[in-house]
């Protein structure tokens, strides 16, 4: 039992219950709703003659999740138009925004670097991220994250035009971390022999 009349007894404060007096109307609220709230709700009335009335509800819950359209790696060639289209699932409402971000970089702004994000609300919303140009400083992870839903990411590699070799950032660190690398494959193959 979770409530008789306006008493509420279960521990859970995200449970509600609602009635008008010039109403012959309860409602049952949950706060925050979470898939553990899934499950059926029975809702007993006592008639005037003492006769008992129920009626069941399962309720369904569904969590929206964003959806981007491609494999979890996307390739492309330096220069070309990187353009990565993200689908909203199981949305009963559309989101307030949906922001598309560059590793933890929030990118639908970047207008001067060739950033374009348009955005269709409906039934399904989508939002469509293009980046013209696509160079090195492209690759990374891609996230779309939608409000009130689960983000989906992808990451994206350039590739260069003529070889189709990774683009990767040649940062001194890195230069040290790949020399580190060899030195110890090189160490454990002279003890291996």
């Known amino acids: 039992i979770m409530s008789v009349g306006d008493t509420v007894y279960t521990s859970d404060d995200r449970v509600l219950v609602?009635?008008?007096?010039?109403?012959?109307?309860?409602?049952?609220?949950?706060?925050f709703v979470r898939e553990r709230d899934e499950g059926i709700y029975e809702c007993q009335v006592t008639m005037s003659n003492g006769q008992v009335k129920s009626r069941s509800v399962h309720l369904d819950v569904v969590t929206p999740e964003a959806i981007i359209l491609s494999t979890d790696e996307y390739r492309i060639e330096k220069g070309s138009l990187i353009s990565l289209v993200c689908i909203l699932e199981?949305?009963?409402?559309?989101?307030?925004?949906v922001f598309w971000y560059q590793n933890d970089r929030?990118?639908?702004?970047?207008?001067?670097?060739?950033v374009t994000v348009t955005t269709t609300q409906g039934k399904k919303t989508s939002s469509r991220l293009n980046i013209q140009n696509a160079q090195p400083r492209h690759t990374g992870n891609?996230?779309?994250?939608?409000?009130?839903?689960?983000?989906?990411?992808?990451?994206?590699?350039?590739?260069d035009d003529k070889t189709?070799?990774?683009?990767?950032?040649?940062?001194?660190?890195s230069a040290i971390l790949i020399n580190v690398a060899l030195i110890f494959v090189a160490a454990f193959v002279t003890l291996a022999g």
Request: charge should be negative; proline fraction near 8%.
């Open 106 to 114: 929030m990118i639908n702004y970047d207008t001067g670097r060739g």
């Open 164 to 173: 189709g070799a990774l683009h990767t950032d040649h940062t001194p660190g």
């Open 90 to 97: 199981n949305a009963l409402l559309p989101p307030e925004y």
């Open 142 to 159: 891609y996230t779309c994250k939608p409000s009130s839903s689960t983000p989906a990411s992808i990451q994206l590699f350039v590739l």
């Open 18 to 31: 609602s009635h008008r007096e010039d109403s012959s109307d309860w409602v049952l609220q949950f706060k």
